[in-house]
């Protein structure tokens, strides 16, 4: 039997379809350059998200530590959300191996950064302090869709007080089909962006960062440096463009299925409480203290995985249907009744 898995949208699992690509494509020595695919890849992402080159890079956190590594030098610094992934999430690699140092500042509830609280960090020019160098966002966060008007203020606000500008867009293709936007349309008011190929776009591996062409250099060569750099790569590469040509449309279909267990959920508005209504495919409930270890045990057996806890984080993706959706609902009403 299938099973239905809550817990993020990285465990989804390559088809059939993009495992034939991927046995067809061809390959060579992608450090020489020489691999057709991933050539292939990076000027079809280039284009997509409206940029003069990318890079095709091993995860997400690869292609965020090259962007930090490619703008920034030792000692300057990047502004950040509290709970950014970029931050928070990713080992601390910016001052691990960049000796980047990070300052980060709250989130506002819906994701974005206040300019008044980034203007107060903002360091001067003076040797006592790190050179405030960037200005990181991401988008979707927490599976919210930074409102437009907010980011093209925050590509001003950047020139302005001469900061760079990178989007951690892990998932940004949710947020641009979700505003029913183009994604270059979003893309272009940053200076990079990196994209994750490998959830809900249903690749197996692999992320992408763009950039103008001196930027993407820099990053080819850290990428080198950090041991990310892969051989014949066209194998992941071919998903990689499998995904971005198939699957950004239907990321409407996740969304749809977030709503509809959101709002199944709400009618056990006794035991369990969505925390946000879902803008595209994840969304945090809390479920009732006494029995989350238990339901999540109940699940399990019903093979749906949820992560433990009170408060839950639910992402729907490619290998969830709408009937998955419907089955867990009743299996989380047999629970509490
Ligand atoms: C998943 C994710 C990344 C990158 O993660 P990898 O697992 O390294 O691919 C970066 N930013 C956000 C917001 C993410 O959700």
């Given at each position: 039997?299938?099973?239905?898995?809550?817990?993020?949208?990285?465990?989804?699992?390559?088809?059939?379809?993009?495992?034939?690509?991927?046995?067809?494509?061809?390959?060579?020595?992608?450090?020489?350059?020489?691999?057709?695919?991933?050539?292939?890849?990076?000027?079809?992402?280039?284009?997509?998200?409206?940029?003069?080159?990318?890079?095709?890079?091993?995860?997400?956190?690869?292609?965020?530590?090259?962007?930090?590594?490619?703008?920034?030098?030792?000692?300057?610094?990047?502004?950040?959300?509290?709970?950014?992934?970029?931050?928070?999430?990713?080992?601390?690699?910016?001052?691990?191996?960049?000796?980047?140092?990070?300052?980060?500042?709250?989130?506002?509830?819906?994701?974005?950064?206040?300019?008044?609280?980034?203007?107060?960090?903002?360091?001067?020019?003076?040797?006592?302090?790190?050179?405030?160098?960037?200005?990181?966002?991401?988008?979707?966060?927490?599976?919210?869709?930074?409102?437009?008007?907010?980011?093209?203020?925050?590509?001003?606000?950047?020139?302005?007080?001469?900061?760079?500008?990178?989007?951690?867009?892990?998932?940004?293709?949710?947020?641009?089909?979700?505003?029913?936007?183009?994604?270059?349309?979003?893309?272009?008011?940053?200076?990079?962006?990196?994209?994750?190929?490998?959830?809900?776009?249903?690749?197996?591996?692999?992320?992408?960062?763009?950039?103008?062409?001196?930027?993407?250099?820099?990053?080819?060569?850290?990428?080198?440096?950090?041991?990310?750099?892969?051989?014949?790569?066209?194998?992941?590469?071919?998903?990689?463009?499998?995904?971005?040509?198939?699957?950004?449309?239907?990321?409407?279909?996740?969304?749809?299925?977030?709503?509809?267990?959101?709002?199944?959920?709400?009618?056990?508005?006794?035991?369990?409480?969505?925390?946000e209504n879902p803008q595209t495919n994840m969304f945090f409930a809390s479920f009732r203290k006494d029995t989350s270890q238990q339901l999540c045990d109940f699940l399990k057996s019903k093979n749906i995985l949820i992560s433990a806890g009170d408060?839950?984080?639910?992402?729907?993706?490619?290998?969830?249907?709408?009937?998955?959706?419907?089955?867990?609902?009743?299996?989380?009403?047999?629970?509490?009744?």
């Amino acid at each position: 039997m299938k099973t239905i898995d809550f817990r993020s949208d990285t465990v989804t699992k390559p088809t059939q379809k993009m495992r034939a690509v991927m046995a067809e494509a061809d390959v060579g020595d992608d450090v020489y350059g020489d691999d057709p695919t991933v050539n292939m890849l990076e000027a079809y992402a280039a284009e997509l998200f409206g940029f003069e080159a990318a890079l095709f890079t091993p995860s997400g956190t690869s292609a965020n530590l090259l962007a930090l590594l490619s703008h920034c030098e030792r000692g300057d610094e990047y502004i950040v959300g509290q709970d950014a992934h970029t931050y928070k999430y990713e080992g601390g690699g910016a001052a691990v191996l960049g000796s980047i140092q990070p300052q980060p500042i709250e989130f506002e509830s819906d994701g974005t950064l206040d300019f008044d609280k980034i203007t107060k960090k903002i360091k001067p020019y003076d040797f006592h302090f790190a050179n405030t160098r960037l200005l990181c966002l991401e988008n979707s966060h927490n599976g919210k869709v930074l409102p437009f008007d907010y980011i093209k203020e925050a590509s001003k606000f950047c020139h302005k007080k001469g900061l760079l500008f990178h989007l951690d867009g892990a998932r940004l293709l949710n947020a641009s089909v979700k505003s029913e936007m183009k994604a270059k349309d979003i893309t272009t008011l940053f200076d990079s962006v990196s994209i994750c190929l490998s959830k809900g776009l249903g690749a197996p591996v692999g992320s992408i960062l763009c950039g103008n062409a001196v930027f993407i250099d820099k990053a080819r060569r850290w990428r080198k440096v950090t041991g990310g750099g892969m051989r014949q790569a066209g194998i992941l590469a071919a998903a990689g463009l499998y995904a971005l040509e198939n699957n950004i449309d239907r990321l409407a279909d996740d969304h749809k299925n977030a709503e509809k267990l959101a709002i199944g959920l709400n009618t056990l508005s006794s035991h369990c409480q969505v925390i946000e209504n879902p803008q595209t495919n994840m969304f945090f409930a809390s479920f009732r203290k006494d029995t989350s270890q238990q339901l999540c045990d109940f699940l399990k057996s019903k093979n749906i995985l949820i992560s433990a806890g009170d408060v839950v984080r639910l992402v729907t993706h490619l290998d969830i249907t709408e009937s998955d959706i419907d089955y867990t609902l009743k299996q989380i009403t047999d629970f509490y009744s």
